[in-house]
């Protein structure tokens, strides 16, 4: 225990140490202690995960708010999901049961009773999500100096969820407005396990404030991983195949229903291979699978619910994403926690930030995480006693006729786990997260949420509130007279006779709804209930009669108010799916580098299992056969090419665009497809095709910018209220967020490599 350190701490902390039989204050705590007690700086927490950040940032903020109450709330922490709120306002109250501190917690699932005891009397710590606090800002505008005149701190949690986000962007508005109204500049505490840049994390954090920020550095132990990387072809896959196989065949229709009923049994292997493989590894454990969408979480945990109960075990089985419904996400929760027994949730990223689900013995991904940073926060659920993180990776891959193009017979999923996994191990690299430049969608946000706040207001007073915001540095006055303009011509603002700007007609139907609060996009989903028992939500409605998969369990519509947007339900047989939509991330450059490197290096990975180390090998082979190591421009068949360019999704993005713009004439381009970042397939005038390399190179040598690629007509709507900017400012913000010509040229420049 830190001699120095420890007898600082309040009493009853001390005496919490003592009851809870802590032997010493972890390196973390002791340093962010020393920063919180001796300076005035702000402070960046970046260690691993379970290495006490929750603590290093609350025990010396405690002690200072225990030796001088604050006569407001005193601690404001913003944390980027529900389940993480609740979370630490469970420990949190914990650690405080002998201190005069009290702790609020205020988000959607709160009750109303809870939140006006804190109103009544605003003292202690606030735990809240950043849509909660907008909240706040809108419809306590005149109550926030008596809410917050004596703010100190301000905790923000799992930093890089926010970093290089419209919401990380609407936090730091947030403060600034906070600041702007109390009259106060609170000190700021990050904390982080995943972060690549600390010099990035460190701007972002003192955005708008004057103080410095201190990154204390933290030698890391060394820690223990069991890694394992398992590939199976899946059931639509082989399914797919044989029908493939029987039209290039030509087998004739008696034949076809014998080849049919075979390939049914094949499919039936396959898929109860893939799926007891992970039965396997989870069975009587307590695990933690992660997919990367909620239908796969649904679809594998119906699966296990099927097995288990054929094989006539207990059903351990839940599902955790944001249409379930809170009840059940609670209890998915608690059955994590439980001590000594088994319980299996499947995730998507609801349970990859720092909720403390207790002991957990594995980690089962599902296909590749998006990213390094992915990786590291799931593998970090593992591994809490100082026993070996574990975290299996199952790869399913759709199998195709050995005539389908080079592209569709790559295992991407499989090179992408082994390129994150390697990057990590040889490097410790992590994805940095660059700032949004235009953030136009929160621009539109944080001009109407000042404007319902402040009430009637001039144009240049208007400008003044909004542009002074940390976010918007790179909005011109320019910029700000063209949105509110076009704004006035949608009647979403009202221009009054005394030349005050106040909500219009249009607006108020917008700014009047609670998702108003959110910058992320809401998706009205139906209402799923079993009698009065909510289970969750799905986006489209099935008819009455119809079967579909939600919490891991399988539903018959018994009936649909679509009125009110509600599903009747009741339980059925079977095994049924559901479809959400979802975007697919970013993935950087890095991540493809590594990945063509896995294709081309012989090395055997000893975390690969047979069936992944078989599938490896035979790419290897397939891609070194098809010259696919000499050059990564390949002809497919006449008139039909395929650039694997090995470059991340914003300058395939932007690469796409240069050919789509520059090169449809001048190539004789017919189409352009391909599945971002791994290939792009073109089909053009055979003779062009020896003419596509040096046509890419020399466009990238000419003074193209982004802007050159978007077109007059061209706005893309990608954020949640993008449809009310004007298309000028759309095409800025498109050009500036989601296309970068720099990072081509330094990647195209790097195929002088790849093809000699």
Request: net charge neutral.
């Amino acid at each position: 225990m830190s001699d120095a350190i420890f007898p600082r701490l309040a009493p009853f902390i001390q005496e919490y140490i003592y009851n809870h039989n802590w032997t010493e204050l972890r390196p973390v705590q002791i340093e962010a202690c020393k920063v919180i007690f001796n300076t005035d700086a702000h402070l960046l927490v970046a260690a691993g995960t379970a290495s006490g950040k929750t603590e290093a940032a609350f025990l010396p903020v405690l002690t200072l708010l225990h030796e001088n109450p604050s006569a407001t709330i005193g601690a404001l922490y913003i944390g980027p999901i529900k389940a993480l709120i609740n979370d630490q306002f469970e420990r949190l109250n914990d650690l405080l049961k002998e201190a005069d501190i009290p702790v609020w917690y205020w988000h959607g699932d709160v009750s109303q009773s809870h939140k006006t005891k804190l109103l009544k009397n605003p003292k202690g710590i606030l735990q809240i999500t950043p849509e909660s606090l907008e909240s706040l800002l809108i419809n306590k505008h005149h109550e926030l100096a008596r809410l917050f005149g004596d703010l100190r701190f301000v905790i923000i949690d799992e930093i890089h969820a926010f970093m290089g986000s419209e919401r990380g962007c609407q936090i730091l508005c947030q403060l600034a407005r906070l600041a702007r109204l109390t009259q106060r500049e609170p000190r700021r505490i990050g904390l982080s396990a995943t972060l690549g840049d600390y010099s990035m994390a460190e701007e972002w954090l003192r955005s708008g404030t004057d103080k410095l920020v201190v990154t204390p550095k933290i030698e890391g132990g060394k820690r223990q991983i069991r890694l394992a990387v398992e590939h199976f072809y899946s059931l639509e896959t082989n399914r797919r195949g044989a029908e493939k196989n029987q039209r290039v065949a030509g087998v004739p229709p008696v034949v076809a229903t014998g080849v049919a009923e075979r390939e049914k049994r094949e499919r039936e292997e396959h898929i109860s291979g893939y799926d007891r493989y992970i039965f396997n590894l989870s069975k009587s454990r307590k695990c933690l699978i992660f997919a990367n969408n909620k239908s796969q979480t649904e679809s594998v945990i119906s699966s296990l619910r099927q097995i288990a109960a054929e094989d006539g075990y207990p059903d351990i089985y839940h599902v955790h994403h944001g249409s379930i419904s809170a009840s059940l996400r609670q209890a998915a929760e608690a059955a994590m926690r439980e001590p000594n027994q088994p319980a299996v949730t499947a995730a998507t990223l609801t349970l990859e930030l720092g909720i403390d689900i207790g002991y957990l013995e594995r980690v089962i991904q599902l296909e590749s995480p998006l990213s390094v940073a992915s990786f590291l926060q799931r593998l970090g659920r593992t591994g809490r006693r100082g026993e070996a993180a574990d975290m299996r990776f199952v790869c399913a891959e759709e199998k195709v006729h050995s005539e389908a193009s080079l592209p569709e017979q790559v295992p991407w999923q499989l090179l992408q786990c082994i390129a994150i996994i390697q990057l990590y191990l040889e490097e410790r690299w992590i994805e940095p997260i660059k700032p949004l430049r235009y953030p136009l969608s929160l621009l539109y946000h944080q001009t109407m949420s000042i404007l319902v706040a402040m009430g009637e207001v001039s144009p240049a007073a208007l400008a003044k509130e909004v542009l002074s915001l940390p976010s918007f540095a790179a909005i011109s006055q320019e910029d700000f007279k063209l949105l509110l303009r076009y704004l006035i011509d949608i009647d979403h603002l009202h221009l009054t006779e005394q030349r005050k700007l106040i909500v219009g007609l249009a607006g108020e139907k917008v700014v009047g709804k609670f998702q108003f609060y959110a910058v992320f996009p809401d998706n009205q989903e139906y209402v799923v209930k079993q009698g009065t028992t909510e289970i969750g939500s799905i986006t489209t409605p099935s008819p009455v009669g119809h079967l579909f998969a939600l919490a891991g369990k399988t539903w018959e519509v018994v009936d649909v108010d679509f009125k009110r947007k509600i599903i009747l339900v009741k339980q059925a047989d079977g095994k049924a799916s559901i479809f959400w939509r979802g975007g697919s991330g970013t993935i950087h450059t890095r991540i493809l580098q590594r990945m063509r490197q896995v294709l081309f290096e012989d090395i055997e990975y000893s975390y690969l299992q047979n069936n992944a180390l078989k599938r490896l090998q035979s790419v290897r082979e397939l891609a070194r056969d098809a010259g696919l190591d000499k050059r990564n421009i390949l002809q497919l068949e006449k008139g039909k090419c395929c650039i694997f360019p090995w470059m991340g999704t914003v300058a395939y993005r932007t690469l796409e665009r240069l050919l789509n713009c520059f090169c449809r004439e001048s190539l004789e381009i017919s189409s352009i497809s391909g599945e971002n970042p791994y290939f792009l397939t073109l089909k053009l005038a055979h003779k062009k095709i020896e003419s596509l390399y040096s046509e890419i190179v020399s466009l990238c040598e000419q003074r193209i910018n982004n802007q050159d690629l978007v077109s007059e007509m061209d706005a893309p709507k990608i954020q949640k209220y993008d449809e009310f900017i004007p298309y000028p400012l759309l095409r800025k913000a498109f050009a500036s967020n989601h296309l970068d010509m720099l990072e081509l040229r330094q990647q195209v420049a790097l195929w002088q490599s790849y093809n000699y």
